[in-house]
């Protein structure tokens, strides 16, 4: 299980953290020993769900608003929205990609309360033998293995059903684009067809969605106007290229997808295969 958890951990102060953690099992000596580690672990989950959620992005979110009392201050709640849901709302994940974020939001604080059971100091849990501290060492290991599993898990599962829900948009605006690398090859080209066969989110924040669209493209090359054509003069062919391209969309309105500026990339080395400087 710490092999897990170092996985999810990033930069220095991260791992610095758990090691420290670690090391407080260490102080045999010590009766608030397994406090003393829960309490860091503990910190070290609040550290990474501040790097997943940070305070800027979330408050630029459309559904952000203030529960606390304090002025800007983010919730635990807040929080794990973020790291699963970026800034879209509740409404366009519940209605449209037909995912229970009352569900998802419960995994999450399940796994946090399994969290929080031996940081706070009771007499149940001061001053407890080795083998069940190491027990509760276990567990407390567990519940945030748990923690950072469920975020993967349901982010996952929203990622998903957003790339299906974007897919045809992804399509769409790949058809629309002028590919420059292709207008390399030939006097004219016409798109046929573009089969888009993987679409990527990469990121989910406060105002956009960015994802990677893969596929083929389907296109026609000709050399020469078509009056060189009609005399013989010309040439056309069919060709196929790989393609990616770089889209966002924002988050109150996915299925409006537009292409990064010269972010859409066709590969036509297999064109000048065998072909050298000469």
């Avoid at 092999?3 to 791992?15: M, N, P, R, S, T």
């Avoid at 229970?100 to 946090?112: M, N």
């Avoid at 009609?230 to 196929?240: H, I, K, P, V």
């Avoid at 790989?242 to 299925?255: G, Y």
Wanted: charged fraction near 25%.
């Amino acid at each position: 299980m710490k092999e897990v958890i170092a996985e999810q951990l990033y930069g220095d102060f991260e791992k610095s953290l758990f090691a420290a953690a670690l090391g407080n099992l260490n102080d045999l000596e010590n009766p608030l020993r397994l406090n003393n580690f829960a309490y860091a672990m503990r910190e070290l989950v609040r550290h990474v769900m501040a790097r997943l959620a940070p305070d800027k992005e979330v408050h630029n979110c459309t559904w952000y608003e203030e529960k606390t009392g304090c002025h800007k201050r983010i919730s635990r709640r807040q929080r794990m929205y973020y790291a699963v849901q970026g800034g879209l709302s509740n409404e366009y994940v519940n209605e449209e990609l037909d995912l229970d974020i009352r569900d998802i939001h419960r995994q999450l604080r399940d796994a946090i309360d399994n969290l929080n059971k031996y940081t706070h100091i009771e007499e149940v849990t001061f001053n407890l033998g080795i083998g069940v501290v190491d027990q509760c060492v276990n567990q407390t290991l567990g519940a945030v293995v748990e923690f950072f599993q469920t975020i993967a898990d349901c982010r996952r599962a929203l990622v998903n059903a957003l790339a299906e829900h974007i897919d045809s948009s992804v399509v769409d605006e790949a058809l629309s684009e002028t590919i420059l690398s292709i207008d390399q090859l030939a006097t004219h080209h016409s798109v046929d067809s573009i089969y888009t066969e993987n679409v990527q989110i990469k990121q989910i924040d406060a105002h956009f969605i960015h994802f990677v669209a893969e596929g083929t493209i389907e296109c026609e090359l000709q050399w020469g106007s078509n009056s060189d054509l009609r005399r013989g003069d010309g040439a056309t062919l069919d060709q196929s290229f790989p393609f990616s391209c770089e889209l966002t969309s924002p988050v109150d309105e996915p299925s409006a997808v537009t292409v990064e500026d010269n972010a859409f990339a066709v590969d036509t080395s297999s064109w000048w295969e065998g072909y050298s400087d000469d």
